[in-house]
């Protein structure tokens, strides 16, 4: 399987209960390589671009409100098929139906507050991680 990276952010509910560490070890226990990662205040702007494709879910506005509602830690990911190996390290989006291990299932608090994000394609990912690094930033 191809090298491939991936774009991760620690949400503002996880950084508020001050365990982006733990989420950090499960990403590195998986195999996973955190090969950028910075901590942000994310603009309403920033978020509403970046979750422009649900603009018109009705939840948008909570979600925006709750991505700048407190500092996030963007990612680069990269590994064997991280983009796939990372969504299987979050879990289900709700974490009702998160698998044992993974991070929402020990981590979130509900599908809102659900503590981690990882783009769901190849062409999002490098979208996501052309918004928020340049390329030197990254380093693999
Ligand atoms: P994420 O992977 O960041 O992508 C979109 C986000 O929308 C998702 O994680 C959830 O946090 C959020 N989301 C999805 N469904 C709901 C919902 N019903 N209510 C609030 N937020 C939601």
Same mark, same amino acid.
């Given at each position: #399987?191809?090298? +491939?990276?991936?774009?991760?952010? *620690? ?15 499960? *990403? !590195?226990? $998986?195999? &996973?390589?955190? =090969?950028?990662? /910075?901590? *942000?205040?994310?603009? /309403?702007?920033? $978020?509403?671009?970046?979750?422009? =494709? ?6 948008? %506005?909570? &979600? ?13 990911? !990269? ?8 969504? !299987?390290? #979050? %879990? ?13 299932? @020990?981590?979130? &608090?509900? =599908?809102? @507050?659900?503590? =981690?994000?990882?783009?769901? $394609? ?5 979208? +996501? *991680? ?11």
């Amino acid at each position: #399987m191809a090298i +491939e990276r991936t774009f991760s952010i *620690i949400k503002p509910d996880a950084t508020q209960r001050n365990i982006t560490g733990k989420v950090n070890a499960l *990403i !590195e226990g $998986a195999g &996973l390589r955190i =090969v950028a990662q /910075k901590r *942000i205040q994310m603009t /309403k702007a920033q $978020a509403e671009t970046f979750y422009s =494709v649900h603009k018109e879910r009705p939840f948008f %506005g909570e &979600l925006v409100d709750f991505m700048i509602s407190a500092p996030v830690i963007v990612q680069v990911l !990269e590994g064997e098929g991280a983009i796939a190996r990372y969504r !299987e390290v #979050m %879990g289900a989006t709700n974490p009702a139906n998160a698998a044992p291990g993974t991070i929402r299932k @020990e981590c979130a &608090l509900s =599908v809102g @507050e659900n503590s =981690v994000h990882g783009s769901d $394609a190849a062409e999002t990912a490098a979208i +996501e *991680i052309a918004q928020f690094f340049s390329g030197n930033e990254i380093v693999g």
